[in-house]
């Protein structure tokens, strides 16, 4: 157990901060040495926007995003396509497509993919909210942006298969050559794939 520098309550703003994603114990420390040195300006609006979010945050119970209020921000938006979902693995994939402003349709998050070596069936993904809401009509086209992984793709042709006959269009991302990439840096998986999905110039 290493030695204490500090006392016990800035101890434990390190040893949490440490637990975020892409810190570890050093990184932690000197967060937490920022944090404690701009107290006004930014430890104590951080703490009561945390307490805040930590009060307010939800699953969105339309579509399963995280989100400060009840229908989702996306959701409630009438500016969204609501006849388009575009369905993802987890919200970082929600707001990465946001971020490129890819799509005007709303999202569906299953909050991870089938993984039968993990112990991931259906029923812990948020799949049958998905089928209710393809099914409950007005929707054109569900968009399965799940991960090009074996599990990822393994649960879009699940889900391909339950809304089979349910007249809604199911489509797929694209897979192949990323945009800036170079043929001899791919490997021979993303060439094949992008040699069978060519489209007309
Ligand atoms: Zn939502």
Redesign the pocket.
Known sequence: MPQSIAGPEIERLIQLLARLPGLGPRSARRAALFLVKKKDTLLEPLARAIAEVAEKVRL?S??G?VDSCD??T??ADPRRDYAIIVVVEDVADLWALERAGATRGRYHVLGGCLSPLDGIGPDDLNIATLIGRAKAGGIAEIILAVNATVEGQTTAHYITDLLAGSGVKVTRLAHGVPVGGELDYLDDGTLTEAMKSRTPF
């Open positions: 969105c339309a579509c995003n229908p989702c996306i959701c």
